[in-house]
T-cell receptor, first 117, second 111 residues
Framework: GAGVSQTPSNKVTEKGKYVELRCDPI?????LYWYRQSLGQGPEFLIY????????DSGLPNDRFFAVRPEGSVSTLKIQRTERGDSAVYLC???????????????FGPGTRLTVL | KQEVTQIPAALSVPEGENLVLNCSFT??????LQWFRQDPGKGLTSLLL?????REQTSGRLNASLDKSSGRSTLYIAASQPGDSATYLC??????????FGSGTRLLVRP
């Protein structure tokens, strides 16, 4: 079936603006993750959803960042009052239901490249 | 705090060579270790997942090993091809869901 999709693929915005980034996980995957990747670095964990609830949002850098997954499928990452330092590629991943203590393969989308001018 | 290091940062080899990419981590209490491939401007593709109870996984020309006690993993690529050129990322699962990534090794396989 289809993989993880993310829209838009590129987003250019001005400092101080609000942006929304969308992620469509693989159908049937209950776990969803957001990561952020800066140039030349590996992805950094932001938030993890199990179903509709954020099970771990410890990676969100500050309260300008917020993510939702109201129906347990599509997720939106929201960034308020964007700053130049928010410029990065935002990656979404999904996986099947997590069994206790056993991790499943995470499947990544192509990412959204955010540029804050 | 778990830290993941990948050496070398970049590697250039002629086609046909066997090669080894290295990954080290500071905390041996991991759930799993995963190797990914990333092509320029693209997302990550999972190559191999090793659960904490396992010591290696193989897929085609790829073999990944895990030594938790020494905090090391290696990705072995046999008979490298130009199509293997990409960035290879190692990620440690410090829980059943959270991955901690290294900065990657950029591989170039020259024809």
């Amino acid at each position: 079936g289809a993989g993880v999709s993310q829209t838009p693929s590129n987003k250019v915005t001005e400092k101080g603006k609000y942006v929304e980034l969308r992620c469509d996980p693989i159908s049937g995957h209950t776990a969803l993750y957001w990561y952020r990747q800066s140039l030349g670095q590996g992805p950094e964990f932001l938030i993890y959803f199990q179903g509709t609830g954020a099970a771990d949002d410890s990676g969100l850098p500050n309260d300008r960042f917020f993510a939702v997954r109201p129906e347990g499928s599509v997720s939106t990452l929201k960034i308020q009052r964007t700053e130049r330092g928010d410029s990065a590629v935002y990656l979404c991943a999904s996986s099947q239901t997590q069994l206790a203590g056993v991790a499943d393969t995470q499947y990544f989308g192509p990412g959204t490249r955010l540029t804050v001018l | 705090k778990q830290e993941v290091t990948q050496i070398p940062a970049a590697l250039s080899v002629p086609e046909g060579e066997n090669l080894v990419l290295n990954c080290s981590f500071t905390d041996s209490a991991i759930y799993n270790l995963q190797w990914f491939r990333q092509d320029p401007g693209k997302g990550l593709t999972s190559l191999l997942l090793i659960q904490s109870s396992q010591r290696e996984q193989t897929s085609g020309r790829l073999n990944a090993s895990l030594d938790k006690s020494s905090g090391r993993s290696t990705l072995y690529i046999a008979a490298s091809q130009p199509g293997d050129s990409a960035t290879y990322l190692c990620a440690v699962g410090d829980s059943s869901y959270k991955l901690i990534f290294g900065s990657g090794t950029r591989l170039l396989v020259r024809p």
